[in-house]
């Protein structure tokens, strides 16, 4: 005796509520998604769309299986409607403004359930921030990137805290002003060094995307760095033909603490005759610092939808110091002064004026931090050559050890002062050391490097002072003859000092505490 279906008396909308809740989707987290607002009385989210599409697809598969069950459930499941709910049940349509659109314009919504370019997750964008660790999907040649399916595309970064610009379809007249800027792609070529990517921004505050993750990003020091990309627009052709949907594309910047920055955008629309439709173009130069702006541009005014884009992005850091020449006149008659006015005797004064020569010299070969390699080889070799070894058996070794870790880490020239700063014997070991390096700066270097570093970093230059100071200090009388009013004296170490004549009188007399 045939057992009967107890799926047959059910009414459909009952079936299909049942087949609705077939679904795969990520776990909620902190990090993977975005609430919103489906209309004035209803919240909903949305997934960062990377990682909702393979779950939406493992639904797709899943539910197409039971279509092959019976006739009644293939029919149920090839409904329009159904994919409708489906993509409100599964955070794939996440506003009804949104949902009113697509049915106006009869979109096919199992099609748009396995790819939907308009998600508020989507990003055109492969790559976009050098999540991969490299510059995949990207060219470092601007004239003719290779083009790059949008279809898997990875999520933009929207920073938490930026300054924002926004851009409609005028031209920037402007950009055709400066030559040196232009992107002529044969010099581009001949004078761009490869872009490199930052797991975590350096020299800069951190940037979080609309789902708060860390933000990777791509990097350049002082020269021209260029990427490119080009974004085929190949599913929905109709569909963007009908709704005409905006185009957004939105860009991240940010100088460092220690120089400033430049860039340099273009995007390019090509219609399906691969004719070029609109170019935007951008330029623009911060200061030094440690913000993020966020340049967004939005192409609206178009007959039909661009087959193609392509984006290419120039960028390159700006040395603080400009005027190195004049520095250097300023270093030789420093020198003269010194060898004139020095009260020591003989040996001594060729001693110092040797001593500032070197400096000078030393000027010369490191003063021009032209990338944080740079100072990363500094730090390197001073904390492995000179902490880890001459000065290992110091008193709390291990604080320096870790600030030197930290300044290696994150770039940052400012760890090496607190290490100099701290009360360990890091800084007596160190002023020793400075103090006998009397002749061409010998020894093996490292101790020179951390001078180096505080007077040459420009990340110091904001700080520089020229002028009157004063300096507590214990000293015996025959000690004090050789300092005669207007002489001039080279001091290798250094010492704090201050623009207060009471700070320093108080520093001395804790020096010399009085006798009761």
Known sequence: MDVPNPFVNLPDELIENILRRISYEPELT????????????????????????????????????????????????????????????????????????????????????????????????????????????????????????????????????????????????????????????????????????????????????????LCSCFITSYYWGQLSQKILFREHQYLYNNIKPTIEFSFCFAPRRDCASKCMVRIRFYDRNNELKHEWRYKNSWPAGIHWTRVCYYYRKYNAFPKYATVSIRGKDVKLIKNL??????????????????????????????????????????????????????????????????????HKISHIQWLFEQAIKENDPRDVVKAYTAETDFYVRLNTDLAMMEKYWSGDKHERHVASIFTFHPAFEPYRFTGGTYHGVKISDSGLKPYIVGSEFMNKTFFSTSKERSNAEKFMNDLNPRQP
Request: proline share 3%; hydrophobic share 25%; aromatic share 12%.
């Open 30 to 213: 902190s990090t993977n998604h975005v609430k919103c607002q489906y209309d004035d009385q209803t919240t909903t989210y949305y997934f960062d769309y990377d990682i909702q599409r393979p779950y939406l697809l493992k639904t797709y598969a899943s539910l197409f299986n039971v279509m092959l069950v019976c006739k009644r459930f293939n029919s149920i499941i090839n409904s329009n409607s159904f994919w409708l709910h489906k993509c409100i049940d599964d955070h794939v349509i996440t506003s009804h403004q949104e949902q009113d659109i697509l049915i106006k314009n009869d979109v096919r919504f199992d099609k748009l359930y396995r790819f939907n370019p308009f998600h508020r997750g989507f990003n055109c964008i492969k790559n976009s921030c050098g999540e991969l660790g490299t510059i995949a999907f990207w060219d470092q040649n601007i004239d003719e990137p290779e083009p790059c399916s949008p279809e898997t595309a990875s999520e933009n970064n929207e920073p938490t805290s930026l300054t924002s610009e926004s851009h409609e379809e005028n031209n920037d007249d402007s950009w055709e002003s400066d030559n040196d800027d232009d992107f002529d792609y044969e010099r581009m070529q001949r004078n761009s060094l490869p872009v490199k990517v930052e797991r975590e921004p350096g020299g800069c505050q951190r940037l979080y995307d609309k789902y708060h993750r």
């Open 325 to 394: 020449e004049d520095f250097d006149k300023f270093c030789l008659l420093a020198e003269k002064c010194l060898r004139r006015k020095y009260q020591y005797s003989e040996m001594t004064r060729t001693s110092a004026t040797r001593s500032k020569i070197i400096l000078y010299n030393n000027h010369q070969r490191e003063r021009e931090y032209k990338s944080d390699a740079d100072f990363n080889r500094l730090a390197t070799g001073i904390q492995k050559s000179y902490i880890d070894g001459k000065l290992a058996d110091a």
